[in-house]
């Protein structure tokens, strides 16, 4: 399995280096059965993060055609816009909605859905990364989550916003809050490697995943 991993202007580090760190020590476990890479839809660059101006850089383009994983990460910056802090000299740090919704401007949603329609791509996201697709129009009628702060947000675009910290939707998994992106990334070694793989990572890493994996079976809980 090929991980492509995307930055945008303003990503969230962890969104970004906990699946990368999971990824890479899966290919390492799996004897090269996983290969992991950070790219871009501009192509190889440095992309400055929302996190203190940390910069990752980007090896390759974003390839939606290139069968395997293809992974979003969510924005790192305020939580909303305020009166104090639009006026405050310099700006500080942009709100997450701002960064999330600089990236439909750019050449990303385009890809995007051309990995969404591929047959052979998993698209996964961290955090607000579902709220990049769903805000390009790529998850209307799916199941996904996101941190518990955009839950509504993502409701409102058609999605069907699932309170659960990982949610398998088929060639759709997305990650709740910005740590579970750990547990996102483990759960994708277990399904598409195996679970020796995975749990000899978890081990690793000191990491034990937390919550059940929501999928769409089984019956409906009835009400507590």
């Not at 910056?77 to 919704?101: F, Q, W, Y």
């Not at 805000?135 to 699932?162: I, S």
């Not at 759960?187 to 890493?205: D, H, M, S």
């Amino acid at each position: 399995m090929h991980a492509q991993i995307v930055l945008f202007d303003g990503f969230d580090p962890l969104d970004v280096v906990a699946p990368y760190e999971v990824l890479h020590a899966g290919g390492t476990a799996s004897a090269g059965a996983v290969t992991v890479e950070l790219v871009s839809a501009e192509g190889p660059r440095e992309v400055v993060g929302g996190t203190g101006g940390l910069a990752l850089r980007a090896t390759a383009a974003l390839d939606p055609d290139r069968p395997g994983l293809v992974l979003v990460p969510g924005a790192s910056g305020r939580i909303a816009e305020t009166e104090e802090t639009a006026d405050a000299p310099g700006g500080g740090d942009e709100p997450i909605p701002v960064l999330l919704g600089r990236t439909l401007s750019t050449a990303l949603p385009g890809l995007l859905a051309r990995a969404v329609d591929n047959p052979r791509t998993t698209v996964a996201t961290v955090c607000g990364g579902s709220l990049v697709l769903a805000m390009a129009g790529l998850l209307e009628g799916r199941c996904a989550t996101t941190h518990h702060l955009g839950l509504d947000l993502l409701d409102a675009t058609g999605v069907h916003a699932v309170r659960a910290r990982v949610v398998d939707d088929g060639d759709l998994v997305s990650g709740a809050g910005v740590t579970s992106g750990l547990d996102l990334a483990l759960y994708l070694l277990e399904r598409e490697v195996g679970p020796q793989i995975a749990r000899a990572v978890e081990e690793l890493f000191a990491h034990e995943r937390r919550g059940t994996v929501w999928r769409s079976e089984g019956p409906a809980p009835a009400a507590f």
